[in-house]
């Protein structure tokens, strides 16, 4: 088994793809004296990521590589190629709820990386992800841009798509 | 370990829950003679949803009880109870995606079950979230909507959110 495709249980970060038109995400939410405030992209891919508790930065590099370089994002010939090559905007989402495991009704979120070290993981991850962007010459030339959630917070996110293309990767 | 918490690989569905503000699917592409059709839902629940090569119509009812009554939805008093005691609307989306295994810089749905048998499967499921609904007093007293995709084809979807709050369960 590559270590790609661990079974949910024994892995160590859980992210949800999808390919979206547009989508707008809240990074600060409004307060008595100001309003909220929200980031942007165009066509391209959501990051819904989620890290668990024997998450360790060593694994942000190969997620960084598998995310971005797997081919899941529509190119206008109705070819599927990634999201480098598109080139695409890129949009990251913190999710710890996909962490999340069913017991009766409730989910439970023992299996959770500790909110501290998530919060570093999450930088990096999004480190990484605008070093790969900005090295990469189509995103660059495209001017092709890189959003992210604020850590920890609500996620008020509103998303358009041309079909999702929904996939779950572990890792 | 129970049977909802089967690890990735091992499972007969995956089904990924979002809650939602208002959502919008195509459910008919357009075509030289007619505009595309759409359905909406207002504050509710999108299930996307994924049968696997194993599943058998027997794992539906299951699925069903424990979609709807997993404690997912946020109320107006910020607590969460069951897209049932909400109640709220539901969206169910056809994502054979979410069976995708990752191989190098591809994605492989072998795991995924037969085109024929994924139709019926998703068909019973659709039935039995009706019944549910319809049997459950706060949802048919308010009048609230079970919408659903068209099996097979490309999801044109479009969601707004006051946090996703995205879950996976395996079945």
Chains 1, 2 share one sequence.
């Not at 962007?133 to 995103?139: G, I, L, P, Q, T």
């Amino acid at each position: 088994m590559s270590s790609n495709s661990q079974p949910v249980g024994l892995s160590n970060a859980r992210v949800v793809m999808q390919q979206c038109l547009s989508a707008r995400l809240q990074v600060k939410p409004p307060s008595d004296t100001s309003e909220a405030e929200y980031v942007e992209i165009g066509k391209g891919l959501l990051i819904y990521l989620c890290f668990l508790k024997d998450a360790t930065v060593d694994i942000v590099d190969r997620m960084v590589k598998t995310i971005l370089g797997v081919k899941l994002s529509e190119s206008d010939d109705g070819k599927y190629t990634s999201i480098l090559d598109l080139p695409g905007d890129v949009l990251i989402i913190p999710q710890a709820t996909l962490g999340g495991k069913i017991k009766g009704k409730q989910m439970q979120y023992h299996g959770n990386v500790a909110k501290q070290k998530g919060q570093e993981l999450y930088s990096a991850f999004i480190e990484q992800c605008e070093l790969s962007m900005k090295s990469n010459a189509k995103c660059s030339e495209g001017s092709k841009l890189l959003k992210f959630g604020t850590y920890g917070n609500r996620q008020v996110l509103s998303i358009v798509t041309n079909g999702p293309y929904t996939h779950l990767i572990e890792f």
